[in-house]
């Protein structure tokens, strides 16, 4: 695990075993505050440690920014805190996460101690924490899943973006339009620093065009994934079509985005086929002019 003081009270630590994933913590004289954990024990284990050697007034909250495994497989380790996620985020660490972690554990024996913890605290759309002096608001943000959420630091104007905010956006699961409007509303707020749910801190310079790239890859591949699946090319063409001729660097988390790229593309091209084939089952013919509707 890596750790980076990103502000006086501010902590961002780095998993060094699976993708680069994030977690943050804000430290205040009246507690500190986890934004997400990490997703192997002995990492969380070494987070949870130096926090507590660093606050005095101990951890008092843990805010799950979406139910994925490598964001909230460690909250059982924080049980003196409050845990506090998206009502739609308590849905589905209820079923799909704990069938996800079943599998998991079955796979990795490095996760047989895992527990899911469900969050007794939930909310719709904005929740706003204030402790120390700190105003934390923790936004609605779907599109990478459908429940994720943000979390801002309004005096620091840091954002903890979760997979809202990587180094390419990932899709696969996801909902495009859903994602592009978060990313959106993300230009809208006043921004020094961004942690990204997997990868580097993104710093004010970087802000902007980063938010707009990705807007623009998702558009980017909607277009090619939807020539591809008209023009009914093989699947295998997908694969031909790199990361950066899409508007993204191949570059960030050692090169591993631009699998991610490959899978976001293979997967709308597999739903627009899909779209495609009912359209012609149900009008009886095929029209190759016909555009599936946006997911």
């Not at 459908?146 to 954002?159: A, G, K, Q, T």
């Amino acid at each position: 695990m890596q750790r980076e003081r990103i502000a006086d009270d501010t902590y961002v630590f780095t998993s060094d075993l699976y993708l680069e994933v994030t977690a943050g913590a804000i430290l205040t004289p009246e507690g500190t505050v986890v934004i997400d954990t990490l997703p192997f024990p002995q990492e969380t284990r070494q987070m949870r440690e130096l926090l507590l050697k660093l606050s005095p007034a101990g951890i008092r909250y843990v805010l799950l920014t979406h139910s994925h495994g490598d964001h909230s497989y460690g909250s059982y380790l924080f049980p003196e805190a409050e845990l506090i996620a998206h009502r739609r985020c308590w849905e589905l660490l209820q079923t799909v996460g704990r069938q996800a972690l079943r599998k998991a554990q079955a796979e990795t024996p490095e996760l047989a101690e895992v527990e899911i913890r469900l969050p007794p605290m939930v909310f719709e759309e904005v929740l706003t924490l204030r402790l120390g002096g700190k105003t934390i608001q923790a936004m609605y943000s779907p599109g990478h899943a459908p429940d994720l959420s943000i979390v801002y630091v309004r005096e620091d104007r840091i954002l903890f973006g979760s997979d809202t905010v990587m180094p390419v956006p990932y899709i696969v699961g996801g909902n495009i339009p859903a994602l592009i409007n978060s990313l959106r509303m993300l230009r809208e707020l006043p921004i020094e620093a961004i942690v990204q749910g997997h990868g580097r801190v993104l710093l004010r310079g970087e802000v902007r065009e980063t938010l707009d790239s990705s807007i623009k890859y998702l558009q980017n591949i909607v277009h090619i994934a939807r020539e591809k699946a008209e023009a009914r090319a093989p699947r295998r063409e997908l694969l031909k079509i790199d990361i950066e001729a899409c508007g993204k660097s191949r570059i960030p988390l050692d090169g591993l985005v631009q699998r991610l790229h490959q899978a976001n593309l293979l997967y709308l091209y597999d739903r627009y086929r899909a779209e495609l084939e009912r359209c012609e089952s149900s009008s009886g013919n095929a029209d190759p002019g016909t555009r599936p509707p946006d997911q």
